[in-house]
């Protein structure tokens, strides 16, 4: 079993690095070298780029801005999906509006979000915050729907009162959902730093893939967005290993029942 | 539904959800006054404002023409991806080989978000339409291939057999039995990629800055005409919606079979 696992992951390494060798040795003429580099060219240019100061102050920027709409539109997000899983009047209340929102892509926001708030830091973070949002009160609303009767009746048993119940019956309860909700959010956020900056002013890794492409610095730009594609990757990977110690119990409490 | 369960008046009223869009509605003139008493139209545009513009713009064919435009490459790229989804997705999912061979291949390109691509879509592609197709069909072939492979992978064993038994091999027994047999998840698949096609269209557009509703909403924002600007935010999202009920509605048809196979294997 594991002779084949171990078969099967060697075979996926060898096509991948034949594709960098086709990659690599294709024929091609100047024009062509131009716009497709070679891998031994990208791969130079990412050990010059990445380490760099300006690229790590960029990525600094990026992951700030990450941090603070990432933070804000969960919050909200988890805020508004308690209320309106708890309530079946919020939820019908605030139901076609956020049906709405939820279905405007956030590109046609960002330039209305431009002229308000300028092409700025507040801009970029409640683009990210308005992005974050709506994934994570979906999670949020169909986490508490999910919680058991038996739960319910409890919490109204000991009478406790909105506020508590959501908090301190709801929110355990819907956490597992609200995590999945939260890692869906987290490449969007990804995404919507980079889209925000592409706009072009002040810092960041959007600014500089952006500002690489307008001076033609095309191997910069590769390595830009492959640092991007590893961000991505890193990012999802320490999510995980948050999410496992944070619904440990969780985790413990399904095993325990199948076993 | 029988005529008699319509007879109370107050029925469809219920099922209208009445408190939803008297709240939408209230939030709407709040905002028409809040706009009107501090005079925000420098950096709002008041929601008379904008549905005005957007009944003009629709009907002298300056958003709608780009709209049209939006639609048209969207579905071009579309089709694009379904071809390659479908094609790669049943390979991957029917030859263990395959899947084992391209595996870190997909891991490493599937992270790379489509609209990371834009700035290096335009060296290659230029800056027109093609870039946007391009953009597209790379985003929403992820998701098809994904789960038409997902689906390939979980054909029941037997139905090769059965099909074996009649002489149906090779190709015939993909569009016969694999093909037919994964549907319920190939369309799951075309549902998620055709929604995120839609935002990948509009973003690429935006930054593309030739044709569509992406480059109109740009161009409405350097100009600073917010009513037109805020008319084709809620044309897109209209866009969004219209597309997302079509497809729900289609994959129901399409696959009716599904939740009743579901529910006899349980």
Redesign the interface.
């Known amino acids: 079993m594991s002779l084949t696992r171990l ?3 060697l ?6 690095a034949a ?1 960098l060798a086709v990659w690599d040795v294709w024929p091609r003429g100047e024009w062509a070298a131009f ?1 497709f580099p070679g891998v031994d060219h990208i791969g130079r240019t990412a050990w010059d780029v990445w380490p760099s100061s300006d690229f790590l102050r960029a990525v600094g920027a990026s992951l700030t801005r990450l941090a603070l709409g990432y933070t804000l539109g969960s919050l909200a997000g988890i805020a508004v999906g308690l209320a309106m899983g708890a309530s079946s ?1 919020a939820r ?6 956020t ?3 939820r ?10 979000a ?3 708030l300028g092409d700025g830091d507040a801009m970029r973070v409640g683009i990210i915050a308005f992005g974050v949002f709506f994934p994570v009160l979906v999670a949020a609303v169909g986490g508490v729907r999910a919680v058991p009767p038996e739960i319910r009746d409890t919490a109204a048993l000991f009478r406790l009162g909105g506020v508590e119940r959501a908090v301190r019956v709801y929110l355990p309860s819907a956490l597992p959902a609200i995590f999945a909700g939260l890692r869906t959010a987290l ?1 969007i956020g ?2 919507l730093v ?2 925000s900056e ?1 706009t072009g002013r002040g810092d960041g890794l959007g600014v500089a ?2 500002n ?2 307008s001076v ?1 610095a ?1 191997p910069e ?2 390595a830009g ?2 640092f ?2 590893l961000l ?2 890193v990012l ?1 990977v320490l999510f995980l290993v948050l999410e496992r110690r944070v619904l440990a119990w969780h985790y413990g409490a399904i095993g325990e029942r199948t076993r | 539904m029988v005529d008699g369960e319509c007879s109370s008046i107050t029925a469809p009223l219920r099922r209208l959800n009445v408190a939803g869009w008297v709240f939408a509605l209230g939030l709407l003139v709040l905002a028409e006054g809040a706009v009107r008493l501090f005079d925000l139209s420098d950096s709002v545009a008041a929601p008379s404002a904008a549905a005005g513009a957007l009944v003009e713009a629709t009907a002298d064919g300056s958003l709608s023409g780009e709209a049209a435009t939006t639609l048209g490459t969207y579905a071009q790229g579309l089709v694009l991806a379904i071809a390659i989804g479908l094609a790669l997705g049943v390979a991957i999912g029917s030859s263990r080989t395959l899947e084992d061979a391209s595996s870190i291949l997909v891991e490493f390109l599937r992270p790379i978000p489509a609209v990371a691509l834009v700035p290096l879509a335009i060296f290659w592609f230029g800056s027109g339409p093609p870039t946007t197709r391009f953009l597209v069909a790379y985003a929403a072939a992820w998701p098809i291939l994904v789960h038409t492979a997902y689906g390939v992978r979980g054909v029941d064993r037997m139905l090769y057999d059965v099909a074996a038994t009649s002489g149906v091999e090779g190709a015939a027994r993909v569009v016969r039995v694999s093909l037919p047999a994964a549907l319920p998840s190939i369309v799951t698949g075309i549902r998620i990629s055709a929604a995120l096609g839609l935002v990948v269209c509009v973003t690429a557009e935006y930054f593309v800055g030739s044709q569509g509703i992406g480059d109109y909403l740009n161009d409405q924002r350097v100009a600073y005409r917010l009513p037109e600007l805020y008319a084709a935010a809620i044309l897109t999202g209209l866009l969004g919606l219209v597309i997302d009920a079509l497809l729900r509605n289609g994959e129901r048809r399409v696959v009716f079979w599904a939740g009743e196979e579901q529910a006899r294997r349980r």
């Open positions: 078969r099967g992951t075979l996926g390494v060898l096509v991948f594709a716009y009047r019908s209340t605030l139901g076609p509006t049906e709405f929102l279905a405007v892509p956030v590109i046609a926001v960002l330039p209305i431009i002229v308000l490449s990804l995404v980079v889209i592409f893939i952006w690489w492409q033609s095309v730009m590769y967005i492959l991007l594609g991505g990757y999802n």
